[in-house]
């Protein structure tokens, strides 16, 4: 079954830290580029990360720059997504989507999406 999952969300405290993983099944991630999404309550889904199928170059948008990083164990066909020092307004669901060939940037046609995972920062 080709699917994309992400797991790794939850609740943390203001300056805490999170690593979601996004892990595909039937189907080799590192051909892919792949990009981070979140969508918060009320507001438009953004793209936050992401990361190059040739060459791993990544890109964060500067909300997140210097906190979020994004990497690939590609042989556990992942990509990681670590939030670091976060913030309440990084609460959202956070999703993955991979675009075969895809390089930088969040304007692809994605061939998949994951479910989701909820990112809570509260105190």
């Known amino acids: 079954q080709v699917q994309l999952v992400e797991s790794g969300g939850g609740l943390v405290q203001p300056g805490g830290s999170l690593r979601l993983s996004c892990s595909a099944s039937?189907?080799?991630?590192?051909?892919?580029?792949i990009g981070w999404f979140r969508q918060a309550p009320g507001k438009e889904r953004e793209g936050v990360s992401c990361i190059s199928s040739s060459d791993d170059a990544t890109y964060h948008i500067p909300s997140v720059r210097g906190r979020f990083t994004v990497s690939r164990d590609n042989a556990k066909n992942t990509v990681y997504l670590q939030m670091n020092s976060l913030k309440p307004e990084d609460t959202a669901v956070y999703y993955c989507?991979?675009?075969?060939?895809?390089?930088?940037?969040?304007?692809?046609?994605?061939?998949?999406w994951g479910q989701g995972t909820q990112v809570t920062v509260s105190s």
């Open positions: 039937g189907f080799t991630l590192s051909h892919y580029g």
């Open positions: 989507a991979a675009v075969l060939g895809g390089m930088l940037g969040f304007k692809w046609e994605y061939d998949y």
